[in-house]
Structure formats: structure tokens, C-alpha cells
């Protein structure tokens, strides 16, 4: 049976656009506000929980360059199980991903290099490996040694957290960052910041983004992973050029991408535990020029059709997150790679385009599925977002809800099918089978529209 959803007021539009007044880090990330596109290793480790091993490595490596370079995937990361990685420098720093691997990191980075892409990294420059501590190396650029900036507490029994109250901490924090720049690494990705936090307090937690921000300057792209992200990310908006929203991706099934604990927040990390929630509930304080959400990593494989496929894909492109590719040259299919490369959704991407939903409550069902955005041109994109188990009646109201006065659309497309759907009056209305969207393109009439005030939503100054 088919239910109808109802029109949201405007009230709940105005409402959708407060941000938080928290001045954001400053970069040339932030300004352009276009997120990574990229690939990780995770799906390989998540799946067999160890690390990812160097053929396989240089086989996604292989196959993203052939693959997906031309879309403008042009990044490789490494992800988690990181805890393996005990050969270090004369400064306590790793220097491959893996003991066991034959290269290390400025090899595989030339590799990437000579194939057209970037080379990111995951690492906390708050840690510090057993061999770092049992070695007591010396801190670059002061007289103490590694055991001496060991704070009291451990991430785990391989990895020491470093105390930024100790004398030497800062120097270690800012050379690590400034050791992955010089390595030709663009990309850093923190991990689990709650831990910090939670073990050190904030204002140390604090102290250490800065020195990381700091350092990275325009040179590193900022990847905050993990945060608490308390009192609406008031933390982590001055320091990161992106940060996690939702938990982790995990199996990459439905279940992370819309039914894990939906409807449920928590006071701290992770708050949301699906990711659509999460891009709900941090949109208020994500916009151009401001901090970017990353809604972690796709698993298209893992999902159950290609509608499912399409649902993920356009949310992470709604919400203007990262692009991050966790298929394999082996588990992605035909299916997958198309749905990645969709040419009119990721030159949404490209030009830096986010969306916001029309209520910002996760437990408003009906509105918070309906998302907005608006071009330099004036169009809006519109995403209906069917995340119900049953058949659902899904509309924009060009008036009421676009602003578009006159009420009429010259042209509305579908960037999934891409067709043009003609010319239409009053609204838009579809029906939606259970965990499907529906992306369009709306051209409005030019006589007398936007009285609404609703701003553009991507960054065209750059």
C-alpha cells in the first residue's frame, strides 16, 4: 500500500539552514570545499581483520588507475590495522604500513605517483609505536627522548598515546605531520579521537588538533575520525577540513547506510550509528567554507540491488561527503563501477554542491528523507529519499518548500536515468519502492522566482 508523504512548512526550511556559529579551519580545502574522492583498504582488512597485504595492495592500486582515475578518483589510502607497522625511523616514525612489507611508504607513494594519483595516509600523530617507546628515540628538535612525552594511558598494548602536556609532545605531533608531508602524502586521516578525548581530557584533545592543523596548513588535507564531536563539533570545526559523522562502515550493508540504532542519538561518539541519520543530524553545522562530513567508506558490493547502490551514493553526493571507494578490483562489479561513475552526480561533486535536509529532527521521517541544494545557475537538485520497507508517495512543492514563485519548472531531469522529464507546474511528485531515490534537476521558469531566500549551497568563488 502507498502512503503519501506530507508537505513540510516553511518554518521547518528556515530551520534547516541555522548554522553554528563556530569559526572553521582555514584552508584551501575548506574554501573549495570539495571533498576527496579516493580508495581505501578497508574492505579487505575489515573482512579477514588483518591488514591488507602489499600484492593486493598494488592490484587495487592497478586497478583504480585503469578504472576510475578519469572520474577523478585520484587518491590511495591505507585504513586500520596499522598496529603491525613497528619499523621506524631514527625518530620513533613508521615508515612502511607494515613490518612485513618488502616497501615502504616513499616507495608505494612514487608507485601512486607514476600512476596519476595522491597518496593519503591513516595515522594519529598522537601515537607511538612499542619500538618507538622500547627504543627511546630522540624527539627531533629537542633535547628529551620518546619514553618521556608516553602518556599515562595506551591506545592499545602496540600503541602508546603521547601526553601534549609533556615538554617534547609538540614537536613530536608537528613532526609526524611535517614527516607525511615531506613523504609526498596529501591526505591524513586521524583515528580515534574519542579515545583521546575521552582518556585526556578536551583541552588536551583540543591542543593536539591544533598542532596537527597547524602543521598541515594547505599542504595536508585534515580527516578527523572518530570525534565526539560534543556540543555540535565546536572541537573539531576550527582544526578538520573534514569529520565523521556516523559509525563505521563495517559489513556496508543497509544497516550502515540507514537501520543501525536509526532514530537513536548519543552523547558521545559515535552519536549516530547509520550514516543517513548521521548526515541529518550534523547537516546544521556543515556548510560551504565550513567543515565537510564525511559519511566513511561504500561497500556498493555488499548492498542488496543497485537501487540500494543509488541510494548511498546519491546521500554521500547530498551530503557533500568524501567519495571513498572500499570495492575491490575483485568485488566490485560491473554494477558498482557504473553507479561510482555517474558523470551528472559527480560533477555535483566537483564543483563543491552539498544539500540540506528539510528538517534537521532524525525522527522526523518524512522531511529529514528530503533533502535540497541550489546551484550557481539557479537550479536545484533535489534528492527523495525512500528509507521506509514499504512503497511511499515522495514530493517537492516548487512554491512553498523551493521558493519559486511563479510555481512553475521549465525543465526537471533525472541525473539517475538522465532524462529530461519536462516542464511541470507546482510540484514534483514520485512514487518510491522501498529504499529507493530519486535525483532531479530543477530549472525554474524564469519569471519572478527564489523569494524564499534559499542560498546557494556549493562554492562558486574559488
Given at each position: 500500500?502507498?502512503?503519501?508523504?506530507?508537505?513540510?512548512?516553511?518554518?521547518?526550511?528556515?530551520?534547516?539552514?541555522?548554522?553554528?556559529?563556530v569559526?572553521?579551519?582555514?584552508?584551501?580545502?575548506?574554501r573549495?570545499?570539495?571533498?576527496?574522492?579516493?580508495?581505501?583498504?578497508?574492505?579487505?582488512?575489515?573482512?579477514?581483520?588483518?591488514?591488507?597485504?602489499?600484492?593486493?595492495w598494488?592490484?587495487?592500486?592497478?586497478?583504480?588507475?585503469?578504472?576510475?582515475?578519469?572520474?577523478?578518483?585520484?587518491?590511495?589510502?591505507?585504513?586500520?590495522?596499522?598496529?603491525?607497522?613497528?619499523?621506524?625511523?631514527?625518530?620513533?616514525?613508521?615508515?612502511?604500513?607494515?613490518?612485513?612489507?618488502?616497501?615502504d611508504?616513499?616507495?608505494?607513494?612514487?608507485?601512486?605517483?607514476?600512476?596519476?594519483?595522491?597518496?593519503g595516509?591513516?595515522?594519529n600523530?598522537?601515537?607511538?609505536?612499542?619500538?618507538?617507546?622500547?627504543?627511546?628515540?630522540?624527539?627531533?628538535?629537542?633535547?628529551?627522548?620518546?619514553?618521556?612525552?608516553?602518556?599515562q594511558y595506551?591506545?592499545?598494548?602496540?600503541?602508546?598515546?603521547?601526553?601534549?602536556?609533556?615538554?617534547?609532545?609538540?614537536?613530536?605531533?608537528?613532526?609526524?605531520?611535517?614527516?607525511?608531508?615531506?613523504?609526498g602524502?596529501?591526505?591524513l586521516?586521524?583515528?580515534?579521537?574519542?579515545?583521546?578525548?575521552?582518556?585526556?581530557?578536551?583541552?588536551?584533545?583540543?591542543?593536539?588538533?591544533?598542532?596537527?592543523?597547524?602543521?598541515?596548513?594547505?599542504?595536508?588535507?585534515?580527516?578527523?575520525?572518530?570525534?565526539n564531536?560534543?556540543?555540535h563539533?565546536?572541537?573539531?570545526?576550527?582544526?578538520?577540513?573534514?569529520?565523521?559523522?556516523?559509525?563505521?562502515?563495517?559489513?556496508?550493508?543497509?544497516?550502515?547506510?540507514?537501520?543501525?540504532?536509526?532514530g537513536?542519538?548519543?552523547n558521545?561518539?559515535?552519536?549516530?550509528?547509520?550514516?543517513?541519520?548521521?548526515?541529518?543530524?550534523?547537516?546544521e553545522?556543515?556548510?560551504?567554507?565550513?567543515?565537510m562530513m564525511?559519511?566513511?567508506?561504500?561497500?556498493?558490493?555488499?548492498?542488496?540491488?543497485?537501487?540500494?547502490?543509488?541510494?548511498l551514493?546519491?546521500l554521500?553526493?547530498?551530503?557533500?561527503?568524501?567519495?571513498?571507494?572500499?570495492?575491490?578490483?575483485?568485488?566490485?562489479?560491473?554494477?558498482?563501477?557504473?553507479?561510482?561513475?555517474?558523470?551528472?552526480?559527480?560533477?555535483?561533486?566537483n564543483?563543491?554542491?552539498?544539500?540540506?535536509?528539510l528538517?534537521?529532527?532524525?525522527?522526523?521521517?518524512?522531511?529529514?528523507?528530503?533533502?535540497?541544494?541550489?546551484?550557481?545557475?539557479?537550479?536545484?537538485i533535489?534528492?527523495?529519499?525512500?528509507?521506509e520497507?514499504?512503497?511511499?508517495?515522495?514530493?517537492i512543492?516548487?512554491?512553498?518548500?523551493?521558493g519559486?514563485?511563479?510555481?512553475?519548472?521549465?525543465?526537471?531531469?533525472?541525473?539517475?536515468?538522465?532524462?529530461?522529464?519536462?516542464s511541470?507546474?507546482?510540484?514534483?511528485?514520485?512514487?518510491?519502492?522501498?529504499?529507493?531515490?530519486?535525483?532531479i534537476r530543477?530549472?525554474?521558469?524564469?519569471?519572478?522566482?527564489?523569494?524564499?531566500?534559499?542560498?546557494?549551497?556549493?562554492?562558486?568563488?574559488?
Amino acid at each position: 500500500m502507498v502512503r503519501r508523504i506530507s508537505k513540510i512548512v516553511l518554518l521547518s526550511l528556515v530551520s534547516a539552514l541555522v548554522f553554528i556559529n563556530v569559526d572553521a579551519r582555514d584552508s584551501k580545502y575548506t574554501r573549495k570545499n570539495v571533498a576527496p574522492q579516493y580508495w581505501t583498504a578497508y574492505e579487505y582488512c575489515y573482512d579477514l581483520n588483518r591488514p591488507i597485504t602489499e600484492l593486493r595492495w598494488k592490484n587495487n592500486i592497478d586497478w583504480m588507475a585503469k578504472t576510475f582515475l578519469d572520474r577523478g578518483y585520484d587518491m590511495i589510502t591505507n585504513d586500520g590495522w596499522i598496529e603491525d607497522a613497528q619499523t621506524i625511523n631514527e625518530n620513533g616514525y613508521i615508515t612502511k604500513y607494515n613490518s612485513g612489507w618488502e616497501h615502504d611508504f616513499r616507495y608505494w607513494n612514487e608507485y601512486i605517483k607514476n600512476k596519476g594519483m595522491k597518496a593519503g595516509v591513516y595515522y594519529n600523530p598522537l601515537w607511538m609505536t612499542t619500538a618507538a617507546y622500547d627504543n627511546d628515540c630522540p624527539v627531533a628538535g629537542t633535547s628529551t627522548t620518546t619514553r618521556h612525552i608516553a602518556g599515562q594511558y595506551s591506545f592499545n598494548g602496540k600503541l602508546h598515546w603521547v601526553d601534549v602536556d609533556k615538554p617534547g609532545a609538540e614537536e613530536w605531533v608537528k613532526g609526524y605531520v611535517r614527516y607525511f608531508i615531506d613523504l609526498g602524502m596529501s591526505f591524513l586521516r586521524v583515528d580515534f579521537l574519542e579515545n583521546y578525548e575521552n582518556h585526556y581530557g578536551t583541552e588536551r584533545y583540543e591542543k593536539a588538533l591544533r598542532w596537527i592543523a597547524e602543521e598541515a596548513g594547505d599542504d595536508l588535507f585534515i580527516s578527523l575520525v572518530m570525534p565526539n564531536s560534543f556540543n555540535h563539533a565546536a572541537t573539531e570545526i576550527p582544526y578538520g577540513d573534514m569529520f565523521r559523522i556516523s559509525d563505521d562502515c563495517f559489513a556496508g550493508d543497509w544497516n550502515f547506510v540507514s537501520a543501525r540504532r536509526r532514530g537513536q542519538v548519543k552523547n558521545n561518539w559515535p552519536m549516530y550509528a547509520n550514516v543517513f541519520d548521521g548526515f541529518i543530524g550534523f547537516s546544521e553545522v556543515s556548510a560551504p567554507g565550513k567543515i565537510m562530513m564525511d559519511g566513511d567508506f561504500m561497500r556498493l558490493n555488499k548492498l542488496a540491488n543497485n537501487e540500494e547502490r543509488k541510494f548511498l551514493f546519491s546521500l554521500m553526493i547530498m551530503g557533500g561527503s568524501a567519495l571513498a571507494i572500499a570495492d575491490q578490483y575483485d568485488t566490485a562489479t560491473d554494477d558498482v563501477v557504473a553507479i561510482y561513475k555517474n558523470e551528472e552526480l559527480l560533477e555535483l561533486h566537483n564543483i563543491g554542491f552539498s544539500a540540506k535536509p528539510l528538517s534537521t529532527n532524525i525522527l522526523d521521517y518524512e522531511n529529514s528523507s528530503r533533502w535540497v541544494g541550489k546551484l550557481p545557475d539557479g537550479d536545484y537538485i533535489v534528492g527523495l529519499f525512500n528509507r521506509e520497507d514499504k512503497a511511499l508517495v515522495y514530493g517537492i512543492d516548487f512554491t512553498t518548500e523551493l521558493g519559486i514563485t511563479s510555481g512553475r519548472a521549465k525543465s526537471v531531469r533525472d541525473l539517475w536515468t538522465h532524462k529530461e522529464l519536462g516542464s511541470m507546474k507546482n510540484k514534483f511528485e514520485t512514487a518510491l519502492e522501498p529504499h529507493h531515490c530519486v535525483i532531479i534537476r530543477i530549472s525554474p521558469d524564469p519569471v519572478a522566482y527564489n523569494s524564499s531566500g534559499f542560498g546557494c549551497s556549493c562554492r562558486h568563488d574559488e
